[in-house]
């Protein structure tokens, strides 16, 4: 049961290029977060979605996409990457709609040339 | 737009003695919850106490909510140095935002 999966655990863009970030769960749980942490920012909320096949935009949504493929993996993609999206990015899910409890992936280091 | 903001940023006690960190809030809220953040590593869920409740205890946990203040304390008891962690505090209040996480309090516990 290996939980919320991210990869990859390190990239660096240059300026201007693309990547998507790939999260998968195996708890069949039907929230699933990308979130974002800077140092002295705390976390701070990209885009979730509550189930299969939707989508929401949360408090920094600018310079992002995401897909929810299918119960268990929710990307996130930067379609031109800026050096200010240069920041750990957490993929986290949990069984309802409740935010009562949240279960995170290990990051991605992402940096941003 | 942060919600909670923790006290203090950096702790540092020694190995067998009480750590207490407190997390102020702006609006009402559901429930408050506290996360660890080991270094390099994705936050792990604690506790939540929600609105209703005035404190809480999770084995070696004791988390206290003040509504009327807006304010929660975490109290780790006889620290070891596994607590060695980062800790934040996250609000839920109904909003599109979802859980709002505060900065963090890093809290170092010396053998």
């Known amino acids: 049961n290996a939980g919320v999966t991210q990869t990859p655990k390190f990239q660096v863009l240059k300026t201007g290029q693309s990547m998507t970030l790939q999260c998968a769960q195996d708890?069949?749980?039907?929230?699933m977060y990308w979130y974002r942490q800077d140092p002295g920012m705390g976390l701070r909320l990209i885009y979730y979605?509550?189930?299969?096949?939707?989508?929401d935009k949360g408090e920094v949504p600018n310079g992002y996409n995401v897909s929810r493929l299918n119960k268990r993996e929710f990307s996130l993609r930067l379609e031109s990457a800026a050096p200010s999206q240069t920041s750990v990015y957490f993929c986290?899910?949990?069984?309802?709609?409740?935010?009562?409890?949240?279960?995170f992936g290990s990051g991605t280091q992402l940096s941003v040339l | 737009s942060q919600q909670g903001e923790e006290d203090p940023q950096a702790l540092s006690i020694q190995e067998g003695e009480n750590a207490t960190m407190n997390c102020s809030y702006k609006?009402?809220?559901?429930?408050l919850q506290w996360y660890r953040q080991n270094s390099g590593r994705g936050l792990v869920h604690l506790i939540l106490?929600?609105?209703?409740?005035r404190e809480k205890h999770s084995g070696r946990l004791r988390v206290t909510l003040d509504t009327s203040k807006k304010s929660s304390s975490l109290l780790i008891t006889a620290s070891r140095a596994a607590d060695t962690a980062s800790y934040f505090c996250?609000?839920?209040?109904?909003?599109?935002?979802?859980?709002?996480f505060g900065q963090g309090t890093r809290l170092t516990i010396n053998p």
């Open positions: 609006t009402s809220i559901n429930n």
């Open positions: 708890m069949n749980h039907n929230s």
């Open positions: 106490i929600r609105s209703n409740e």
């Open positions: 996250a609000t839920e209040s109904g909003g599109a935002q979802k859980l709002v």
């Open positions: 986290a899910s949990e069984p309802g709609q409740l935010n009562e409890k949240l279960f």
């Open positions: 979605s509550a189930s299969e096949g939707t989508t």
